[in-house]
């Protein structure tokens, strides 16, 4: 199982940006699979989950301005994010769920968004 997480970059606040990350290894479509970020000195948080029948769940703090979604034909989960501030500056990783929404079991590399107000 391999997770690749693309497309993180430097924003300036106010801006959006949409995040990739690709699946092999598995069969992408029967796993919840996830978003986590963890910003410098702080430990690594629960951003959104998306399941196998698509229903979602999010942290409170993205909650309207993130979107989760999965294209299982492509193995790719993304998110797209809007209304960035500088509180979202993080490495984000993607991560697939064994059991339930939060079993995570495999890890993907991050990919970092910067977010400058």
């Known amino acids: 199982v391999q997770l690749q997480a693309s497309g993180g970059g430097s924003v300036q606040a106010g801006d959006s940006l949409r995040i990739s990350c690709t699946a092999s290894?598995?069969?992408?479509?029967?796993?919840?699979t996830g978003w986590f970020r963890q910003a410098p000195g702080k430990l690594r948080e629960f951003v959104a989950a998306?399941?196998?029948?698509?229903?979602?769940v999010y942290v409170d703090s993205v909650k309207g301005r993130f979107t989760i979604s999965r294209d299982n034909a492509q193995n790719t989960l993304y998110v797209e994010m809007n209304s960035l501030n500088a509180e979202d500056t993080a490495l984000y990783y993607c991560?697939?769920?064994?059991?339930?929404?939060?079993?995570?079991?495999?890890w993907g590399k991050g990919t970092q968004v910067t977010v400058s107000s």
């Open positions: 290894g598995h069969y992408f479509s029967n796993y919840a």
């Open positions: 998306i399941n196998s029948k698509g229903t979602t």
């Open positions: 991560a697939r769920s064994g059991v339930g929404w939060y079993g995570m079991d495999y």
